[in-house]
Structures are given as structure tokens and as C-alpha cells.
């Protein structure tokens, strides 16, 4: 069948993408801005930075067990406890105002992404034909380049204008919505055997070369998403809020063709170039922030991300039969987790010990590690598009 005539955008499609926007929106509006309620509470860098990689820990530790749980078939139920969790966990933080019970709150907010998360991206993998598969997957994560967009501007003036109150509400309310059109959503009756819980079971080896890959990239966007805010505070420039939108701009504009790219041409150029970009990005921050160098370092980080995590993940779920695609999904998920929590961890550290801008500068040795890994192992493994291509396997199926 022609790639061309294979349809893609079904009515079950649109909604899991708004579902899948509205739980990035609820992520990423805290996410932008949790650094700035960890301090209205006392604490430090470090100490936000210490949340970031808790949050993701817990988000890890859960997707583990929830890509089994979706191996089994249990697509639907993970989504609406995930949803249920999201919509609760804002106004949590709006109730239980201290510092312990903040940890307590982002460490269950982890738990409710972890759940919402791997789900969206599961059933979005049942839902997208073969013939189209990583261009349905770019499509899918222009989901989270809107919410890129959308949540960190929004969020940071929010909090700005209104305070953590209706910020916390607004979040809430976004999961509101996602329960509405999770009503009206079908999925795909897909057909798996009970598989037994085993720790061997718990990742999916194919996955394991783009997850370790995005992983190591994704440290470098951990510290970009969790202080870029307050790094444009310190240096007089404009919020991040503007940051963020440029940003998203550019990753938008580069999601509408990454998936179709990847389908016929491999992932290696955004692979290697994503890296690139993000690496220049920050080392112009950290050698010589100003207004012209900001704005363009936000355009390179949106080319960054917005070509790599879509590509990488495509790669990932790519082989995998369905009865693997949630845990070849939580694999995925798992190392872009740990790589923004943990990125958000060392980052918070470096700036308490050397300050910002000496902080971009040394998390630039990950871009460097994330290109080594992908060329002496992603590229070479056979979930890789690039491999298939290039030895005439087909990948359509």
C-alpha cells in the first residue's frame, strides 16, 4: 500500500494528541515554575533541583511496572488513573504548602505522568499505521511542542501576575478536560497474551539504543527546562516565558517534517545535528549570554528537541510487536525521565557550586557522550530507521 494512501488523522488520532497536549500542558506549566515555589517555601537550587530528579525517579520506577501493566492489554484503565492523578496533584501543591509535603505531592505528580504519559504513547502506537509510523509519531509530538509553547510562558505568567493559586487551578483544570475527551475516546482492540510479571520483562531490549541515546541528551534539556527561568532572571533578560515560545516555535516548525524525514531517510541527521545544535546552544549561554546569543540559543534548542526526541522515540517503539509496545514505550519514557530529572539534579548542583553559567558550559559534555553512543551502537542496531535503509529492510510493517 502506498505510504500516501494510508490514513492517518482519525478521530481517535486528534484525541489522544489533544489528551497526550493537555497532560504536557498540566506537566509543563509546574515544571517551568516549581524552582520558583520551592524558594517561595525557603529552598534552594539545589534543593529544586533535588525535587526535578525525585519527581523523575518516581515517574521511572512506575513506568517500569505500567509498561507491563499495558503489555497485558490495560491501555484505558493506566490512562484515567494517570489523568485522575495530574488533575489532583495541583491542587496539593495549593493545599499542602510546605516543604516535605511539596516533595510528597511531585513525587505522586510523577507517578500520575508516568501513568498518563506511557499510555497516550501507547495507544498512539496501536493507532498509527505502520506505513506512516514515524510520521505519525512527529505528528503525536507536536502534542508536546504546543504544550512547549504554551506551558512554561503561561505557567511562568500565571505565577507572575495571579500567583501559585490560579496557576495550580489552571493546571488542574487542563486534566479536567483531558477526562472529558478520554470519554469519547476508542482504542484499538489489540490482541496480547498475559505475560507474567518478571524483571527481565520489565524493558525492551530493542528500545534500550535510542533510550540510552536520548537519555544522555536529555540531561542537557533537564537543566534547560528546570532553569532557564531563573538563569534569564539572573542575567537581566527577558523571561523565560519568551525564551520558551521561541523555543517552541522552532521545534514546531521542525516536528511538521522530523517524522516524515525519519521514514525515509533514518534518524541519524537528527541524531547527530540535534546534539549539535543543543551543544552550541549552551555554550553561548555560558560564554556570551546576551539578548542576540538567548534568542538564538532558544531557536537551537527547539531544533534540538523538537527533531530528536520524536526521531529517537520512533526508533524505539519502530520493531517492537504489539504486545511489546508498552514496555518498548516505558523503556523509552523511563531514560527521557531520568534524563530530565537527573539533568535537573546536576544542573541545580552545578549552579550552586559554580553558578549558571559555568553550568551550560560543562553539561555540554553530555551532547558529546549522547553522538558517541548513538554512532558506535544506535546506529549500527537494527530498530535503528538509518540501519534498515541502508541495508534495504523494510520498515513499513
Known amino acids: 500500500m502506498q505510504h500516501s494512501s494510508v490514513k492517518l488523522w482519525t478521530k481517535d488520532f486528534v484525541l489522544i494528541l489533544l489528551i497526550n497536549f493537555l497532560v504536557f500542558m498540566n506537566h509543563l506549566m509546574i515544571l517551568s ?35 507491563w501493566m499495558l503489555d497485558n492489554g490495560k491501555r484505558k484503565s493506566i490512562l484515567i488513573i494517570g489523568l485522575c492523578g495530574m488533575c489532583l496533584m495541583p491542587i496539593g501543591y495549593l493545599v499542602l504548602a510546605t516543604m516535605l509535603l511539596a516533595f510528597v505531592c511531585r513525587m505522586l505528580h510523577g507517578a500520575s505522568l508516568a501513568f498518563s504519559n506511557t499510555s497516550t504513547s501507547t495507544i498512539a502506537t496501536d493507532i498509527i499505521p505502520r506505513q506512516r509510523f514515524a510520521e505519525g509519531m512527529g505528528m503525536f509530538g507536536l502534542a508536546t511542542a504546543l504544550a512547549t509553547a504554551c506551558a512554561p510562558a503561561l505557567g511562568l505568567a500565571l505565577m507572575d501576575s495571579m500567583g501559585f493559586t490560579t496557576l495550580f487551578v489552571f493546571a488542574a483544570l487542563s486534566i479536567a478536560l483531558a477526562l472529558v475527551l478520554f470519554l469519547m475516546l476508542k482504542t484499538p482492540d489489540v490482541k496480547t497474551e498475559h505475560k507474567p510479571f518478571t524483571i527481565k520483562g520489565l524493558l525492551d531490549r530493542d528500545a534500550l539504543p ?19 527561568a531563573k538563569f534569564a532572571a539572573e542575567q537581566n533578560l527577558p523571561s523565560g516565558g519568551i525564551f520558551f515560545a521561541i523555543m517552541a516555535v522552532a521545534l514546531l516548525a521542525t516536528r511538521l517534517s522530523a517524522g516524515k524525514v525519519t ?5 541519524s541527521i537528527f541524531a547527530y545535528s540535534c546534539n549539535l545544535a543543543m551543544l552550541i546552544a549552551f555554550l553561548l549561554m555560558g560564554l556570551c549570554p546576551n539578548l542576540a546569543t538567548y534568542l538564538f540559543s532558544a531557536v537551537l534548542a527547539g531544533f534540538g528537541f523538537g527533531g530528536l526526541e520524536p526521531a529517537l522515540q520512533s526508533m524505539a517503539v519502530a520493531i517492537a510487536p504489539p504486545e511489546r509496545r508498552g ?8 531514560a527521557y525521565d531520568i534524563g530530565i530529572g537527573v539533568g535537573g539534579g546536576i544542573a541545580g548542583s552545578l549552579i550552586t557550586a559554580f553558578g549558571y553559567r559555568q553550568m551550560f558550559v560543562i553539561m555540554t559534555v553530555f551532547n558529546i557522550l549522547s553522538i558517541v553512543i548513538y554512532a558506535f551502537w544506535g546506529r549500527r542496531h537494527p530498530s535503528s530507521f538509518s540501519y534498515r535503509i541502508q541495508h534495504g529492510l523494510d520498515h513499513s510493517n
Open 210 to 228: 535510542a533510550s540510552c541515546t536520548a537519555l544522555v541528551f536529555m540531561l542537557t534539556y533537564g537543566a534547560l527546562e528546570n532553569f532557564t
Open 263 to 267: 521514514d525515509r531517510h533514518g534518524e
Open 33 to 67: 515554575t516549581f524552582p520558583f515555589y520551592i524558594e517561595s517555601l525557603g529552598g534552594s537550587e539545589r534543593i529544586a533541583g533535588f525535587a526535578a530528579a525525585l519527581f523523575s525517579i518516581v515517574a521511572v520506577l512506575c513506568r517500569l511496572i505500567i509498561g
Open 327 to 334: 514496555s518498548a514505550n516505558s523503556t523509552f519514557l523511563c
